[in-house]
C-alpha cells in the first residue's frame, strides 16, 4: 500500500482544521470587540457635555455694585462685583445666626485658595426647590438680606449667597471658578 501523503496534524505539522480555528477565533474577537464598542463608547460624556464642562467669563465690563447671570452646563451662574458695604455685610454676621454656617471669605475664595472678597461668584437655583432667585438684575427685590430672594417659597440669601431665612436648607453652591487673570474667571 502507498503511504499517504496528507498530513496527520502531528507535532510541528499544521493542519487545515488548526488554521480554521485559530481564523474563526480571531474573527470572532474582531466581531466581539465591533459589537461593545457602541456600548463602550456611549459611556464617554456627549461634545456639547464637554464643551460646556468649563467657561471664561471676562468679568472686567462689571461695575461695582453690579451683577451678571451666566449659563454654564445648563445652569445659571451669578456673578457679583461686591461693593466694600456688601462684604462689610457679610463678614459682620455672627455664624451662629447662619443655618448652614460658612465664613465670607469660604465663599469667596477660588480653586488656587486665592481670596477675591469682591467677586461673588455662585450657582444660581436655590438650594430648597431648584428655583432661580431674584437680585441679580437692577430693579429686582434682593430680599431682607440685601442679597437674593426666593419669592417662591420665600427663601431670603445675604450678600455672600448663605441662607438666612426661609425653607432653604443649605447656602446657594459655590462652583469650582479659577481667576485665570485680574479679568478673566473660568468656571468649571
Request: charge should be neutral; proline fraction near 10%.
Given at each position: ?5 496528507v ?10 482544521r ?12 474582531v466581531g466581539?470587540a ?5 456600548f ?5 460624556p456627549a461634545a456639547d ?5 468649563s467657561?471664561?467669563?471676562n468679568?472686567q465690563?462689571?461695575q461695582?455694585g ?5 449659563k454654564?452646563?445648563g445652569?445659571?451662574v451669578f456673578?457679583?462685583h461686591r461693593?466694600?458695604e ?11 445666626e ?8 469660604s465663599?469667596?475664595t477660588?480653586?488656587?485658595k486665592?481670596?477675591?472678597?469682591e467677586w461673588l ?17 437692577p430693579?429686582?427685590?434682593?430680599g431682607p438680606y440685601?442679597?437674593w430672594y426666593?419669592?417662591?417659597h420665600?427663601s ?5 449667597g448663605?441662607?438666612r431665612k426661609?425653607?432653604?436648607p443649605?447656602n446657594l453652591v459655590?462652583?469650582?471658578y ?11
Open positions: 500500500m502507498a503511504a499517504s501523503t498530513p496527520t496534524g502531528g507535532h510541528g505539522d499544521p493542519t487545515r488548526d488554521f480554521l480555528m485559530v481564523a474563526t477565533g480571531a474573527l470572532g474577537a466581539l465591533a459589537v461593545a464598542w457602541p463602550i463608547n456611549n459611556l464617554n457635555t464637554l464643551a460646556l464642562s467657561i471664561d467669563v468679568v465690563p462689571i461695582v453690579q451683577a451678571i447671570t451666566v454654564w452646563r445652569k445659571p456673578i457679583r461693593t466694600p456688601d462684604i462689610k455685610a457679610a463678614e459682620a454676621v455672627p455664624m451662629s447662619l443655618p448652614d454656617p460658612a465664613t465670607d471669605n465663599r469667596v477660588d480653586t488656587a486665592k481670596v477675591r472678597p461668584i455662585m450657582i444660581g437655583i436655590c438650594t430648597h426647590l431648584g428655583c432661580v432667585p431674584l437680585g441679580n438684575k430693579g429686582q427685590d434682593k440685601d442679597g426666593c419669592p417662591c420665600g431670603a440669601y445675604d450678600t455672600a448663605r441662607i426661609g425653607p432653604a443649605r459655590i462652583p469650582d479659577l481667576f485665570t487673570s485680574d479679568t478673566l474667571v473660568r468656571i468649571g
